[in-house]
């Protein structure tokens, strides 16, 4: 049930008293808090001056093309927008009851927030007109650009800037997103708000230069161009990045209680919902036919066959799972069935335009395989991981992406090419994961010294729903609690 705010039964309610409360709890000062808005006009106009592009005049085949292109990304991109559901239904149903609200908050913010992250940074930093190789500048809040004409119809880039913006949006969002699963049920929820910021405005877009910065205006990022490194979609960039971030966070957080007993070994802690646990499977396997194709960035014949090679690393993936976990735990758990749907499809990101379907099958063989016994290899270093985020994303990102360079039709060692490609891969991984890793320590190393990170027992036995929004998911299902005193009879 609802708690009536104490304000409810005033005739005028004490607003400047709740905003100079709200600023109490985020631990910030008026005077540093008005630095916020101060900080965002200075860098909505330090870019104004940027040369907007010519206008270009299409016609015939050339408008076709580009209508196609602009249309078939903009639905991919709304493909990877639903995403966000899937991972909210997924998290929650993970979880326990008495932190569904808190999980299905995360999911739904962060996309609100990497979109205006990326919009004011993000993609300045990741595709903006300047560029060092290292690090892209220019472009931040999307200014100097023509958004409705064609990037580069010179050299077969029809993609207006407006939806090449969308799509990459929705990729920056999916980094933030892996992390809400790793950190759930003991993160304050200010905290999570402030890291996925920073991840999504600078530490993602920085990285994801280094592989892909000749998407907009800009020459190849570093990895891409003098290294040589390939990751089609986003294995590594966009998960295992996400990864190492989830992995950084579980660490400073630490288990949730009851996780570990005295002996070291893990305590069972079973999700509330599988229904739709299953259901948010279902929903980012479907979603990845926007991931993985729509990283063609065109209407070409090559879309379906990524499709394909998706679509089998999936299924593969979800039998090894089943499978691997059937022969270790003698029953077919559907939450490994779950993570190993999803650890084919993480696995294939980076190869699906370039792999076999034979090759698709073995890689997705593989990383349900290896989610499997990554989820009991977390566990016995005590790295709390409610829904096997690092597992899936992190592990199995790293493993898709040295299958470019093992199972490449045209650069794979297997496939006859030499180690070039390995090495290449190989680099790569380390580079992003070394990047990822230290931001991430600085980051979530300073929201501990600063904000605590983590809620008190106390909060976190009542759970982040009462404690964190002072509302349940199902309201009547558990025992009115208050603060200090009841404890949900359902977790």
């Known amino acids: 049930m609802l708690r009536r705010p104490a304000w409810a039964d005033t005739a005028y309610p004490d607003f400047t008293g709740m ?53 078939w990304i903009f639905i991919a991109g709304v493909l990877v927008v639903f995403m966000n559901a899937g991972f909210g239904m997924l998290e929650t149903g993970f979880c326990r009851q008495k932190n569904a609200v808190n999980i299905l908050t995360k999911n739904l913010i962060v996309f609100a927030l990497a979109t205006l992250a990326y919009w004011a940074l993000g993609y300045g930093l990741m595709y903006g007109s300047t560029s060092t190789g290292f690090i892209a500048f220019g472009n931040f809040f999307l200014s100097g650009l023509d958004l409705t004409a064609p990037i580069d119809p010179a050299g077969g880039n029809y993609l207006t800037p407006a939806v090449d913006f969308f799509f990459q949006a929705a990729f920056a969002a999916t980094a933030a997103t892996i992390v809400s699963g790793a950190v759930a049920e003991r993160i304050k929820f200010v905290d999570f ?10 530490v993602y877009p920085i990285s994801g230069h280094w592989v892909w910065g000749g998407g907009m205006l800009s020459s190849i990022g570093f990895l891409g161009e003098d290294v040589g490194f390939s990751d089609f979609a986003g294995s590594t960039v966009v998960h295992s990045a996400g990864g190492w971030a989830a992995l950084v966070g579980a660490a400073f957080l630490g288990p949730r209680i009851g996780k570990y007993r005295e002996d070291g070994s893990a305590g069972a802690l079973p999700g509330h919902n599988m229904s739709i646990a299953m ?44 499978v691997t976990s059937w022969a270790v ?15 084919g499809l993480v696995a294939i990101t980076a190869g699906c335009a370039g792999v076999s379907p034979l090759s698709a099958v073995i890689i997705g063989l593989v990383g349900g395989v290896l989610v499997v016994f990554s989820v009991f290899f977390f566990d016995s270093i005590q790295i709390d991981d409610p829904v096997g985020a690092t597992s ?69 036995i009542i759970g982040l729903d009462i404690s964190e929004h002072g509302m349940e998911a199902y309201s009547g299902f558990s025992k009115e609690a208050g603060v200090g005193s009841a404890v949900s009879t359902r977790t």
């Not at 985020?26 to 592009?53: D, E, F, H, K, M």
């Not at 708000?193 to 600078?202: N, P, Y």
């Not at 735990?329 to 650890?343: C, E, R, T």
Request: hydrophobic share 55%; with cysteine; net charge negative.
């Open 329 to 343: 735990s003698g029953k077919p758990d559907l939450s490994m069935v779950i993570n190993g749907i999803l650890a």
């Open 193 to 202: 708000i402030i890291f996925s910021i920073v991840l999504t405005a600078v």
């Open 279 to 322: 259901l948010g499977c279902l929903i980012l396997w479907i979603g990845w036919f926007g991931f993985n194709p729509g990283s063609e960035l065109s209407a070409s014949l090559n879309v379906p066959y990524i499709a394909l090679t998706t679509n089998l690393a999936a299924a593969a993936g979800g039998v090894a799972a089943t």
């Open 19 to 71: 905003f100079k409360r709200s600023l109490s709890r985020l631990r910030l000062s008026p005077s540093w808090a008005l630095c916020i808005p101060l900080a965002l006009v200075v860098l909505a106009t330090w870019n104004i001056p940027a040369n907007a592009q010519d206008a270009v005049t299409l016609e015939g085949a050339e408008l076709n093309k580009a209508i196609l292109d602009n249309l």
């Open 392 to 460: 899936v994303h992190l592990v199995n990102g790293i493993w898709g992406t040295l299958a470019v360079g093992l199972l490449d039709k045209e650069l794979g060692l297997f496939t006859g090419h030499g180690a070039t490609q390995l090495i290449a891969q190989i680099i790569g991984i380390l580079t992003i994961g070394g990047w990822t890793v230290l931001c991430s320590v600085i980051v979530w190393g300073a929201i501990r010294a600063a904000f605590g990170m983590r809620v008190s027992q106390e909060e976190e």
